[in-house]
């Protein structure tokens, strides 16, 4: 059995969630929180770095979470998540690249960092005062998800891949600080809206961390 | 023929640049300023960033540095760089991501935003005041290397991958800034003079930008 180490608010363990549940592989979770890393936890990963997996039995550690999805993507055979060309491939992975990259930076850390690490780390007040920034940021994207799903069935291209998952796994937690605003962006709401009612969206949506409650829509399954 | 997108400080670009040459897929260069990225540019990629390719004659875009290399992976039978296990091949992508990630938070980006972007964009002086965090910082990861080659003969195997090159290109441009000091280092030191003395790495050590004269050790192959 495997098992993956994360917490419920990293972006980067919510894809490989997604990932393995739309895939039917069977994992049990263990909780790594940013600020308390335990020393086993830095002797299976070195960089200390969520999500990682570990299957005891075999031995085998896995980390970095393309490097986790890339893994199961070559050693499993049921519901492939990057399927096409090699070109469609590349357009799949382009996508993830750039929400694990620019949309984390832009937007997703700012929120996780101002709103519960800084605040857990230093007792301090929960910082807002990121938010317009990380709204104003996240509309730009929002619209290019838009201009995306202008000619495609899903973000990279006619069936469901692990774009989709890892672009909705950032926006997610994005959308649990309240840095997430809907509204003009109706596709890109209808879009996560579909993807939100998948069951493998569930567990995910139920986690609370922090004393930090999401807006009333974070999990609502008709917003 | 492939045309790629790129400047000659981007160590992403450079990333793509030593693939090409190691697998001896032909291509041809065209700068893209970080500070002054033509429309065109936008046009064929949406997000602006460095490195992208282009096949004009094929109608084919590739963009992002690690969905440009597994592109070629893909399609491209000589000299393949991610050979091994799903096991071996998920330990250089976890690699990859490390210092893609990283290390070029904690070193490559602000060097090249302190010393050559900010300063090319306003006019500035080239602040070297980030340059002692950059080396103690770049210190941990050169510590890093030197454990994977205790027992290793290229960072994630027996064979050159993917990985090596990507350290190595993160590297060659935070010690073009003179942010690396390779003293106490002598493993990670061998391992990438035998790097450095590789063809392919010879037109990149070449290339100047800024002004700058990086210090007298980066291009001297014995150093």
């Known amino acids: 059995m495997w098992r993956l180490y994360q917490f419920a608010l990293c972006p980067f363990s919510r894809k490989v969630r997604l990932v393995l549940s739309e895939r039917k592989i069977p994992y049990e979770l263990c909780q790594v929180l940013p600020w308390r890393r335990p020393p086993d936890f830095r002797q299976l990963n070195?960089?200390?770095?969520?999500?990682?997996?570990?299957d005891a039995e075999r031995g085998i550690v896995l980390a970095d979470s393309r490097a986790i999805c890339e893994y199961f993507e070559e050693t499993f055979v049921g519901y492939p998540m990057m399927i096409g060309s090699a070109e469609q491939r590349a357009e799949i992975r382009r996508l993830?690249?750039?929400?694990?990259?620019?949309?984390?930076?832009?937007?997703?850390?700012?929120?996780l960092r101002g709103r519960l690490i800084v605040p857990v780390m230093t007792g301090g007040n929960r910082n807002t005062g990121m938010l317009p920034a990380a709204r104003r940021k996240a509309d730009a994207y929002l619209d290019e998800i838009g201009f995306l799903l202008g000619n495609?069935?899903?973000?990279?291209?006619?069936?469901?891949?692990?774009?989709?998952?890892?672009?909705?796994?950032?926006?997610?937690v994005a959308d649990y600080f309240g840095g997430i605003d809907w509204s003009g962006h109706e596709q890109a709401k209808t879009w996560y809206s579909v993807l939100r009612s998948r069951p493998s969206f569930q567990p995910i949506l139920a986690a609370r961390m922090g004393g930090i409650e999401p807006p009333p829509h974070y999990s609502a399954i008709d917003a």
């Open 96 to 111: 993830v690249a750039w929400f694990d990259e620019q949309f984390y930076a832009d937007v997703t850390w700012p929120l």
């Open 46 to 54: 070195r960089t200390g770095r969520t999500p990682a997996m570990h």
């Open 152 to 172: 495609r069935m899903w973000l990279a291209g006619p069936t469901l891949s692990i774009a989709d998952l890892a672009v909705a796994a950032q926006i997610s």
